[in-house]
């Protein structure tokens, strides 16, 4: 079933490995790059499709850990996500604080996390066999489509949220409770109901520490919550404490405490024993926090564990709050993020970002967050601006070299010019921008022949000839010639007849100027997908203009998508870079750069910042990200 | 609250009491005082702690070590076993071969090595994450460079690149960085030596060089510019600055290691076979010498 299953920190240290069949060159090395790293748009956004296999990740943002399952692709294992949920929980719950070492210069080893095999074997078979159990109940009667997936992904939602309120409303009675509690003593007599009664409770024992002012507190508060949750044996509970035991541990680290430490291992093994013993007596092995609530909450249990208690003490007394945020031990959730994301959000909208790469964006920064312990005069929207810039540089930053000059040498050295295919839609400045790259090619002492390939739009081909004029008056070596074939011609056939002309007259590039077509026009769009394959030039650069916004993203997706679908090639091409046009114009409104590097993966080679010839840059990212993220 | 109305009705007062209640007030903003350093010296122990652990979620996380002119940075292309190498340093009790995978996010430490503390620091060495490098260049006092050595004539142009963009980075030269280039993965049969792999680097960086000289920035130096309205002025400028000293080596002479004014190491290296080939000694006496 499982091929493999990894346990990794972000760094590439392999912490613990566990492989049931070869898997061939690393499929999950091809994950971090593809997926976590370059941010390539995915079907799903858990699952990604590497050779035979499909993978499944998750991440431990406290611990700078990843999960990963690897499977045959032909298999469908629904179980994963539960897997990888429960795998996670053991994982930490057994392993914080040796993961914790890896950053402790003190330690001088790798810790050694074999001994997770066997826990790891049988959290396979409990996930397992819950999985039969459930397939075993719906066996013989057709699926309701309660079960599908479908009703999961228009339901989820509205369950999440319902959730939530009952859990507001709860947290609302908690600290009505511990309120009320301070001012009367006879709250718990007034209320008859059990739960009000455990929040009278805690609330008294609330009040009462709030006069002791050091991190004993916290720890006591969260034995009391603990104490309501260890009575009754259900998952719920048994999963607060265990968050609740993360959130001490570290807090005893942090103290730097030897006793508070001591202390905190001896807790740990008791209740790993705890757990081994109750594996023992019932002959099952007992998952962490098995609860299908927690399942369909926030997939990160740990924070929404911890982040649930520090809502309730920030609620209960104003004062505790305060003291709480200043200690820090914060751990971020979505819900602390929600806020400041949505802010950052606007305002890369309000530069000019199409929205739904802003949305994006957003959330992938927000997904890295979650779950990380921040000091508590941090400033959360300090450290959101931090992440994005991180991201932002990362998306902007190009992968394949922009080196042109250097591929033009390649290619001479086989004998052929390099052919570069300009497009885009109407009037975003193909021509112009071609001439300038001409003019920087023939500075570099490059033969330049440029193809008129605009076949349609009248004046276009004299337009490239007053360019080569004076192209030719400006530069000393005037090796630039135009080819052209007049109008209503078709363009692929001068292209092609523009590089042959090339190669036999010793040009070293050829610049092939096409027609502009708005991205919806089929038939033109057919037309530029023939003489891409028919030529199938070393670069097609897009033209865009820095003023578009949510058009971006649908300029070049069907672009990518006409070259992909009309090319009747098995290995289509697709857009090698962009030429960002009227730079000069934009102010600090330079969204669209990212709207467009997201959206194709692809570098901004150029940017073009006015009409003359040397008005043609390169992009400085730095400048792009600072223009994005002023305020 | 309580205190500067303490405060101001000690200071009215003239009886012995007050005085006291004067010594009790001054007493008491001392403790706040002590407990506000205490709190915010904590509270930034464990936002290191937590970056350190963090480090690829945030830019804090390079901050936090920017300032450590003990950096030994380790960088190259993907997959050349960087990572590797920072583990076997960091751990040097680690007996077995550390696993490893791609990185996505930035390994650093405290680590002792012979008598000196110094950072050691691994980038991912994915494209993407150019930028962390070029962070940490600025402190690095020596710079380890990992080489394929099996598939580097297959990637020559991109890993000449990536080793350009070092030796070329303007606090590199200006600080004459030492830098180590270790051809790593000797174990494999068709590993190349690192004196044909020497010859293979200088040979591209040659032809890099060329191209490198005739990067779109050359234009602004060519023709006349026409002011065109735009705010990137002063970054251009800065862009040129740090591209000053873009040629490497001597114009019109074959580019070779030695023209360089920083001295540049060019060592074998396994580390799939726990460093028998090279050792370990040799990176150990290398970043002995960075301390001297």
Same mark, same amino acid.
């Given at each position: 079933?499982?091929? +493999?299953?990894?346990?990794?920190?972000?760094?590439?240290?392999?912490?613990?490995?566990?492989?049931?069949?070869?898997?061939?060159? #690393?499929?999950?090395?091809?994950?971090?790059?593809?997926?976590?790293?370059?941010?390539?748009?995915?079907?799903?956004?858990?699952?990604?499709?590497?050779?035979?296999?499909?993978?499944?990740?998750?991440?431990?943002?406290?611990?700078? /850990?990843?999960?990963?399952?690897?499977?045959? *692709?032909?298999?469908?294992?629904?179980?994963?996500?539960?897997?990888?949920?429960?795998?996670?929980?053991?994982?930490?719950?057994?392993?914080?604080?040796?993961?914790?070492?890896?950053?402790?210069?003190?330690?001088?080893?790798?810790? %050694?996390?074999?001994?997770?095999?066997?826990?790891?074997?049988?959290?396979?078979?409990? /996930?397992?066999?819950?999985?039969?159990?459930?397939?075993?109940?719906?066996?013989?009667?057709?699926?309701?489509?309660?079960?599908?997936?479908?009703?999961?992904?228009?339901?989820?939602?509205?369950?999440?949220?319902?959730?939530?309120?009952?859990?507001?409303?709860?947290?609302?009675?908690?600290?009505?409770?511990?309120?009320?509690?301070?001012?009367?003593?006879?709250?718990?007599?007034?209320?008859?109901?059990?739960?009000?009664?455990?929040?009278?409770?805690?609330?008294?024992?609330? /009040? *009462?520490?709030?006069?002791?002012?050091?991190?004993?507190?916290?720890?006591?508060?969260?034995?009391?919550?603990?104490?309501?949750?260890?009575?009754? %044996?259900?998952?719920?509970?048994?999963?607060?404490?265990?968050?609740?035991?993360?959130?001490?541990?570290?807090?005893?680290?942090?103290?730097?405490?030897?006793? #508070?430490?001591?202390?905190?291992?001896?807790?740990?093994?008791?209740?790993?024993?705890?757990?081994?013993?109750?594996?023992?007596?019932?002959?099952?092995?007992?998952?962490?926090?098995?609860?299908?609530?927690?399942?369909?909450?926030?997939?990160?249990?740990?924070?929404?564990?911890?982040?649930?208690?520090?809502?309730?003490?920030?609620?209960?007394?104003?004062?505790?709050?305060?003291? *709480?945020?200043? =200690?820090?031990?914060?751990?971020?959730?979505?819900?602390?993020?929600?806020?400041?994301?949505?802010?950052?959000?606007?305002?890369? =909208?309000?530069?000019?970002?199409?929205? %739904?790469?802003?949305?994006?964006?957003?959330?992938?920064?927000?997904?890295?967050?979650?779950?990380?312990?921040?000091?508590?005069?941090?400033?959360?929207?300090?450290?959101?601006?931090?992440?994005?810039?991180?991201?932002?540089?990362?998306?902007?930053?190009?992968?394949?070299?922009?080196?042109?000059?250097?591929?033009?040498?390649?290619?001479?050295?086989?004998?052929?010019? #390099?052919?570069?295919?300009?497009?885009?839609?109407?009037?975003?400045?193909?021509?112009?921008?071609?001439?300038?790259?001409?003019?920087?090619?023939?500075? @570099? @002492?490059?033969?330049?022949?440029?193809?008129?390939?605009?076949?349609?739009?009248?004046?276009?081909?004299?337009?490239?000839?007053?360019?080569?004029?004076?192209?030719?008056?400006?530069?000393? @070596?005037?090796?630039?010639?135009?080819?052209?074939?007049?109008?209503?011609?078709?363009?692929?056939?001068?292209?092609?007849?523009?590089?042959?002309?090339?190669?036999? %007259?010793?040009?070293?590039?050829?610049?092939?100027?096409?027609?502009?077509?708005?991205?919806?026009?089929?038939?033109?769009?057919?037309?530029?997908?023939?003489?891409?394959?028919?030529?199938?030039?070393?670069?097609?650069?897009?033209?865009?203009?820095?003023?578009?916004?949510?058009?971006? /993203?649908?300029?070049?997706?069907?672009? @990518?998508?006409?070259?992909?679908?009309?090319?009747? +090639?098995?290995?289509?091409?697709?857009?090698?870079?962009?030429?960002?046009? *009227?730079?000069?114009?934009?102010?600090?409104?330079?969204?669209?750069?990212?709207?467009?590097?997201?959206?194709?993966?692809?570098?901004?080679?150029?940017?073009?910042?006015?009409?003359?010839? =040397?008005?043609?840059?390169?992009?400085?990212?730095? +400048?792009?990200?600072?223009?994005?993220?002023?305020? | 609250?309580?205190?500067?109305?303490?405060?101001?009705?000690?200071?009215?007062?003239?009886?012995?009491?007050?005085?006291?209640?004067?010594? &009790?007030?001054?007493?008491?903003?001392?403790?706040?005082?002590?407990?506000?350093?205490?709190?915010?010296?904590?509270?930034?122990?464990?936002?290191?702690?937590?970056?350190?652990?963090?480090?690829?979620?945030?830019?804090?996380?390079?901050?936090?070590?920017?300032?450590?002119?003990?950096?030994?940075?380790?960088?190259?292309?993907?997959?050349?076993?960087?990572?590797?190498?920072?583990?076997?340093?960091?751990?040097?009790?680690?007996?077995?071969?550390?696993?490893?995978?791609?990185?996505?996010?930035?390994?650093?430490?405290?680590?002792?090595?012979?008598?000196?503390?110094?950072?050691?620091?691994?980038?991912?060495?994915?494209?993407? $994450?150019?930028?962390?490098?070029?962070?940490?260049?600025?402190?690095?006092? &020596?710079?380890?460079?990992?080489?394929?050595?099996?598939?580097?004539?297959?990637?020559?142009?991109?890993?000449?690149?990536?080793?350009?963009?070092?030796?070329?980075?303007? $606090?590199?030269?200006?600080?004459?960085?030492?830098?180590?280039?270790?051809?790593?993965?000797?174990?494999?049969?068709?590993?190349?030596?690192?004196?044909?792999?020497?010859?293979?680097?200088?040979?591209?960086?040659?032809?890099?060089?060329?191209?490198?000289?005739?990067?779109?920035?050359?234009?602004?130096?060519?023709?006349?510019?026409?002011?065109?309205?735009?705010?990137?002025?002063?970054?251009?400028?800065?862009?040129?600055?740090?591209?000053?000293?873009?040629?490497?080596?001597?114009?019109?002479?074959?580019?070779?290691?030695?023209?360089?004014?920083?001295?540049?190491?060019?060592?074998?290296?396994?580390?799939?076979?726990?460093?028998?080939?090279?050792?370990?000694?040799?990176? $150990?006496?290398?970043?002995?010498?960075?301390?001297?």
């Amino acid at each position: 079933m499982l091929d +493999q299953f990894t346990i990794t920190t972000k760094g590439g240290v392999v912490l613990w490995c566990k492989d049931y069949a070869s898997v061939g060159p #690393y499929p999950v090395d091809s994950l971090v790059k593809d997926v976590l790293i370059q941010n390539t748009r995915t079907e799903s956004n858990s699952k990604y499709i590497s050779g035979a296999f499909t993978l499944q990740w998750s991440f431990a943002n406290e611990l700078n /850990v990843i999960f990963v399952a690897v499977y045959q *692709k032909i298999l469908q294992l629904p179980y994963i996500d539960d897997l990888l949920k429960h795998v996670k929980k053991h994982f930490i719950t057994r392993f914080e604080q040796d993961i914790k070492q890896l950053v402790d210069p003190s330690c001088l080893d790798i810790p %050694d996390f074999d001994a997770f095999d066997e826990e790891f074997e049988q959290v396979v078979r409990a /996930v397992e066999d819950k999985e039969r159990r459930a397939k075993n109940d719906r066996h013989g009667q057709p699926r309701k489509f309660e079960e599908t997936r479908k009703f999961q992904t228009t339901a989820k939602g509205a369950k999440l949220e319902l959730e939530e309120l009952a859990q507001s409303s709860e947290m609302d009675l908690l600290s009505k409770g511990r309120r009320q509690g301070g001012k009367m003593r006879s709250f718990a007599e007034r209320h008859g109901s059990e739960n009000s009664a455990k929040a009278g409770k805690k609330g008294g024992r609330k /009040v *009462k520490e709030n006069r002791v002012w050091d991190g004993q507190v916290t720890k006591e508060s969260m034995q009391a919550l603990d104490y309501s949750g260890a009575k009754s %044996d259900d998952g719920i509970d048994s999963g607060r404490s265990v968050s609740a035991l993360i959130d001490e541990s570290s807090r005893g680290i942090r103290t730097a405490d030897g006793i #508070y430490e001591v202390a905190d291992v001896a807790e740990r093994s008791s209740t790993a024993g705890a757990g081994a013993d109750g594996a023992d007596g019932n002959g099952e092995f007992v998952l962490l926090g098995d609860d299908d609530s927690a399942s369909d909450h926030d997939d990160n249990g740990m924070s929404k564990g911890s982040g649930k208690l520090s809502s309730t003490g920030g609620i209960g007394s104003v004062f505790f709050g305060m003291f *709480k945020s200043l =200690t820090g031990g914060r751990v971020l959730s979505a819900e602390i993020l929600a806020e400041p994301m949505a802010r950052m959000r606007e305002h890369l =909208t309000n530069k000019n970002v199409a929205s %739904d790469i802003a949305d994006e964006i957003c959330k992938t920064v927000a997904k890295s967050m979650i779950g990380v312990r921040v000091g508590g005069l941090q400033n959360i929207r300090k450290l959101v601006e931090q992440s994005m810039e991180t991201a932002l540089t990362r998306i902007l930053t190009p992968v394949s070299s922009t080196d042109i000059i250097r591929d033009i040498e390649n290619a001479k050295q086989k004998g052929r010019p #390099y052919t570069m295919a300009f497009v885009g839609v109407n009037g975003v400045g193909k021509s112009t921008n071609l001439s300038k790259v001409c003019y920087w090619l023939l500075q @570099n @002492n490059k033969r330049v022949l440029i193809a008129a390939c605009d076949t349609f739009r009248s004046g276009a081909v004299e337009q490239l000839r007053v360019h080569v004029r004076n192209l030719r008056a400006l530069s000393e @070596n005037q090796d630039v010639e135009i080819f052209e074939r007049g109008y209503g011609k078709d363009s692929a056939a001068i292209a092609k007849d523009a590089i042959a002309f090339g190669a036999s %007259d010793g040009f070293d590039v050829v610049l092939i100027d096409t027609a502009g077509r708005m991205q919806d026009n089929e038939p033109l769009m057919r037309a530029l997908a023939k003489l891409v394959s028919v030529n199938s030039p070393d670069k097609i650069l897009f033209v865009g203009e820095a003023l578009v916004g949510n058009e971006a /993203v649908d300029q070049l997706e069907k672009f @990518n998508r006409a070259l992909r679908d009309f090319s009747g +090639q098995s290995k289509p091409r697709h857009i090698d870079g962009i030429i960002l046009t *009227k730079f000069d114009t934009i102010d600090d409104r330079v969204g669209a750069a990212l709207s467009m590097t997201y959206t194709t993966g692809q570098p901004i080679v150029f940017v073009g910042t006015g009409q003359t010839y =040397t008005d043609l840059r390169k992009m400085n990212v730095s +400048q792009v990200i600072r223009a994005l993220l002023r305020a | 609250m309580d205190d500067t109305a303490r405060l101001v009705e000690s200071t009215t007062s003239t009886s012995s009491t007050s005085s006291l209640l004067l010594f &009790g007030t001054i007493f008491i903003i001392v403790i706040s005082g002590i407990v506000w350093i205490v709190l915010q010296r904590q509270s930034a122990a464990i936002s290191t702690k937590s970056l350190a652990l963090a480090s690829g979620t945030s830019v804090a996380a390079l901050q936090s070590s920017k300032k450590r002119s003990n950096t030994v940075l380790i960088t190259g292309p993907i997959g050349a076993g960087k990572t590797a190498l920072w583990c076997y340093i960091r751990f040097p009790e680690n007996k077995a071969a550390p696993k490893t995978q791609t990185s996505m996010a930035v390994n650093s430490a405290e680590v002792k090595v012979g008598d000196v503390n110094i950072c050691l620091v691994d980038v991912p060495g994915h494209q993407k $994450h150019r930028f962390d490098r070029d962070a940490f260049l600025p402190v690095a006092r &020596g710079v380890v460079f990992v080489i394929d050595s099996v598939s580097v004539s297959q990637n020559l142009t991109s890993t000449t690149e990536l080793l350009y963009d070092v030796l070329a980075n303007k $606090h590199v030269q200006q600080k004459e960085t030492p830098v180590l280039i270790l051809c790593n993965k000797q174990d494999d049969p068709s590993a190349l030596s690192n004196v044909r792999i020497k010859g293979l680097l200088e040979e591209e960086i040659d032809r890099l060089r060329a191209s490198r000289q005739a990067d779109i920035g050359s234009l602004r130096n060519v023709g006349a510019i026409t002011g065109a309205a735009n705010d990137n002025g002063d970054d251009d400028d800065e862009a040129a600055a740090e591209k000053a000293n873009d040629f490497l080596g001597y114009d019109g002479k074959r580019f070779s290691f030695e023209d360089l004014p920083n001295p540049v190491q060019i060592n074998e290296s396994s580390m799939a076979m726990n460093m028998s080939i090279g050792g370990m000694e040799q990176i $150990h006496s290398w970043i002995a010498d960075l301390f001297e």
